[in-house]
């Protein structure tokens, strides 16, 4: 069992950055991969970015590519998102997410989910 709370979102300015936290509850953080995900209002939730236990892979959505770092620190069962050059498109609640296996990119491989944290982006 992996519980997952998420920190660091607020209110920032077009052009600004946030980085995201996600503290991981549970002796073995360090098998899972862990994602990031974000759903704005009136949509689906989207995967942002994700990263493999060893942190040795990572993969981002295309419009996360240039923007947006993922890491994660296994010995603190941290994981992180670094958002650089935010948009108002980019306003949305981001949620951390933990999966054992399965394709890194869709909802349904993560088992367990974090409440999420919002992030909003003024013009």
């Known amino acids: 069992q992996v519980q997952l709370v998420e920190s660091g979102g607020g209110l920032v300015q077009a052009g600004g950055s946030l980085r995201l936290s996600c503290v991981a509850s549970g002796r073995t953080f360090s098998r899972y991969v862990m994602g990031w995900f974000r759903q704005a209002p009136g949509k689906e939730r989207e995967f942002v970015a994700a990263?493999?236990?060893?942190?040795?892979?990572?993969y981002y959505a295309d419009y996360a590519k240039v923007r947006f770092t993922i890491s994660r620190d296994n010995a603190k069962n941290m994981v992180y998102l670094q958002m650089n050059s935010l948009l108002p498109e980019d306003t949305a609640v981001y949620y951390c997410?933990?999966?054992?296996?399965?394709?890194?990119?869709?909802?349904?491989?993560?088992?367990?989910w974090g409440q999420g944290t919002q992030v909003t982006v003024s013009s």
């Open positions: 997410a933990a999966a054992t296996g399965g394709s890194y990119y869709l909802k349904k491989s993560y088992d367990y």
């Open positions: 990263i493999t236990w060893r942190g040795g892979n990572t």
